[in-house]
């Protein structure tokens, strides 16, 4: 019995042996001599044949955020041509018959009509392409490219003879500006010349990799209108498509931050940069991260290319103080009840060179606190509340030293690479000079030295983990299209401890008292009433491109941990401003509150958050559907349908298509910008409002944290772009 099952899978093996080598003998043939082994037939010998060597182009993998957001995808786009000639054939089967009929723009002003209704696009000037002479075919500029699937089958039901596709794929961004810089962009000519789509900035550039894939190949004989005769395949190697990538990014969160942002950017032209970190403190995933001035990838009106929070080095100004804190209180002398003279620091130094208090008039080199404000005597804990930049040169002097600062910093990450894996940190990491004198004892208030908010951002996560620093991260996973695989997920990763518990508890209680002793009056406008909130701000001013300080400029920041005991969120926001006073706080405490609301910080976090009882589902493209049609959809879930618009086509969703939606919550569908009726907004979140004013454009105005308790506008009422609706809200 066993010898013939030997037997049997002895011949199995030489059939499968002899059925490869005829295979293999057929590509062979056909590639050298044009010939299939099978059909006998020599395609050489038939007129008009030629081999075609194509690239088989991998799909480049999607960008998610953390609720299943699409940020970034693939978008099969196609472009217009309108057929003039008569002569122009096409083959049509009619009653299983095939037969060739005209196919040319016959009626030019009723196509002409029919398409610009379809493409918004100028009707008369189509009409002019379509009547010029001698020529076999036209395109209609802009208007007649980057034709998404949906409008191109409109069109095409339209059965209007003449008109023809060209088909290309682009990258698309269906949140515009949504964390552009942090995403990145790639080439804008993705054609099968210039090799397709390469990331050129952002995450699509450090991950280019992962996300283009593998392409795939394939030769085969073809006939005269390039199509591959039937048999002819030679070699075929299949694409493998891009992974998938998924970020820690939270959807509510992030638009906070780019709300934030352009507020503080236009509140009266004065700023020129700024930029933002909203982070997990315990486990380092960012879940909002921006640089502005922003850009749409869709359409590349750049202005600015920069990563202010990776790429751009700055002198972190006073944030840096609660590093000098860290470093006197671990080393165990650290008293804050202590007393030290807060007026003007005279640079000098010991007969070793060490860092030493002068009198006034033995020394040129002065520290002096903001305004040049004397204090006497006074202690410590006073210092960091109110930011006395003297107080820290007395501590790096009396009870640190050159040594043990240039330890500290090293541990806390400074002046080298954070390397978060996504994110590019360009080839700076900052810059520091303790061999001067003047420029160490600058180093400990944050001038004289420079940094990136990655390395600020982590070297705080050590005051809220008990002392250990944690890296941030913001790939939350890569996933193998194919196989379903997680390739990598992002997680907590400690980096060193460097310091002690009792250091790290001491910061915070310090950084608490910033928000809420009284006596900084800046950060005490941060207060959120039923959570505790610590904070360190920060002044500098900006170098210019000779190396001198203007004065000019300044950049404002502030830290923010919340809840201040125990710290769940690290929030770091700055800017550069002309004017030396910090005047938008009010924006970052709306981001504060957005972010206290969307991790329920009030109610136990995040887990509490994932406790809720809700079912989650992927949005349909109700796009160009009916909006009968796209209530029948929507029916097979449990949310409420706000329809905008008198118009009976929905020509804008939120949330966008591949969306994660979860039950109770609200679906805009807008028809139309006429005869928009006020919807009945109570109870609203503040990203809900958000939307009906991005696909409305009709302007909001807010007031209060939590959702909407009342509304200036009356359900029902007729509005349109001349209105401003009023909001409150309340917890």
């Not at 699937?149 to 515009?176: A, C, F, H, Q, V």
């Not at 591959?228 to 998924?246: F, H, L, P, R």
């Not at 920069?306 to 590093?323: F, H, Q, R, V």
Request: glycine share 8%; with cysteine; net charge negative.
């Amino acid at each position: 019995m066993k010898r013939s099952n030997n037997i049997k899978i002895s011949l199995l093996t030489c059939v499968i042996f002899v059925a490869g080598a005829l295979l293999l003998a057929n590509v062979l043939l056909l590639d050298v001599k044009g010939k299939n082994f099978f059909a006998d037939v020599d395609f050489r010998q038939q007129e008009g044949v030629s081999i075609v060597n194509r690239t088989v182009r991998a799909e480049r993998g999607d960008i998610r955020d953390a609720d299943g957001n699409l940020i970034a995808m693939d978008k099969r786009v196609y472009k217009i041509i309108f057929i003039l000639s008569s002569t122009h054939k096409k083959t049509v089967t009619v009653d299983g018959v095939k037969k060739s009929v005209s196919d040319y723009v016959e009626d030019p002003a009723v196509t002409a009509e029919k398409v610009a209704e379809i493409l918004g696009a100028d009707e008369q000037y189509i009409y002019s392409r379509l009547t010029m002479k001698d020529r076999y075919q036209v395109e209609i500029g802009t208007a007649g490219t980057n034709i998404d699937s949906e409008t191109k089958k409109r069109i095409d039901d339209l059965n209007l003879p003449g008109i023809s596709w060209e088909s290309s794929t682009r990258r698309y961004y269906p949140m515009g500006s949504f964390a552009s810089h942090l995403i990145g962009y790639v080439n804008s000519d993705a054609s099968e010349s210039n090799g397709g789509m390469a990331g050129l900035s952002g995450i699509e550039k450090t991950l280019n990799t992962e996300l283009s894939g593998q392409d795939g190949r394939e030769q085969y004989y073809s006939d005269v209108r390039n199509n591959m005769i039937s048999g002819g395949e030679i070699e075929k190697v299949n694409a493998a498509d891009g992974y998938d990538v998924t970020l820690t990014l939270n959807n509510t969160i992030q638009r906070g931050v780019d709300v934030m942002l352009q507020n503080i950017m236009d509140i009266d032209r004065s700023v020129d940069k700024a930029w933002a970190i909203v982070m997990n403190a315990k486990t380092g995933a960012i879940y909002g991260y921006d640089s502005y001035p922003t850009f749409d990838p869709n359409t590349m009106e750049v202005i600015d290319y920069n990563d202010y929070c990776a790429s751009l080095p700055y002198e972190p100004g006073s944030t840096m103080k609660a590093i000098t804190y860290a470093a006197a209180i671990d080393l165990g002398r650290f008293n804050k009840n202590a007393q030290f003279n807060a007026n003007n620091y005279y640079v000098g130094t010991d007969a070793k060179g060490n860092l030493k208090r002068s009198e006034r008039g033995k020394s040129s080199l002065v520290i002096h606190n903001s305004g040049n404000s004397q204090y006497g005597m006074t202690t410590y804990e006073r210092a960091f509340i109110n930011s006395y930049n003297v107080g820290t040169v007395t501590l790096l002097e009396e009870q640190i030293g050159k040594k043990n600062w240039e330890y500290y910093v090293d541990a806390f990450g400074f002046f080298k690479p954070v390397d978060v894996y996504g994110i590019s940190e360009g080839s700076n990491y900052g810059r520091y000079d303790f061999s001067n004198v003047f420029s160490l004892a600058c180093s400990s208030f944050g001038s004289g030295m420079s940094c990136n908010a990655l390395q600020m951002i982590q070297a705080y996560t050590a005051f809220c983990n008990q002392g250990t620093m944690i890296r941030p991260y913001i790939i939350q996973s890569v996933t193998d299209t194919l196989t379903g695989e997680t390739v990598f997920e992002g997680g907590r990763e400690e980096v060193g401890t460097p310091i002690k518990a009792s250091t790290a508890s001491q910061i915070l209680e310090l950084m608490y008292q910033v928000c809420h002793s009284g006596y900084h009056v800046s950060a005490h406008t941060l207060e959120i009433p039923g959570i505790t909130i610590g904070c360190k701000t920060g002044t500098a001013p900006v170098v210019n491109e000779q190396g001198v300080y203007t004065y000019d400029d300044v950049i404002h920041s502030v830290m923010i941990t919340m809840p201040a005991d125990d710290p769940q969120v690290l929030v770091y926001v700055a800017y550069q401003d002309n004017k030396d006073r910090q005047r938008n706080f009010k924006f970052v405490r709306t981001l504060l509150q957005q972010t206290i609301d969307e991790l329920n910080l009030m109610s136990g976090g995040e887990e509490a958050k994932a406790d809720e009882k809700k079912e989650i589902y992927v949005m349909d493209n109700l796009k160009n559907h009916t909006v009968a049609h796209a209530e029948s959809i929507l029916r097979n879930y449990d949310v409420d349908v706000i329809t905008i618009g008198s118009g009976d086509t929905v020509i804008r969703q939120y949330p966008i298509e591949d969306s994660r939606i979860i039950s109770g919550q609200r679906v805009l569908l807008l028809t139309s910008l006429e005869g928009i009726r006020m919807p009945d907004m109570k109870g609203w979140s503040r990203s809900e409002v958000m939307a009906f004013w991005d696909l409305t454009g009709i302007g909001i105005k807010t007031e209060g944290y939590g959702f909407v308790t009342s509304q200036s506008v009356a359900p029902g009422e007729q509005i349109d772009k001349s209105v401003i609706i009023n909001l409150k809200f309340e917890e």
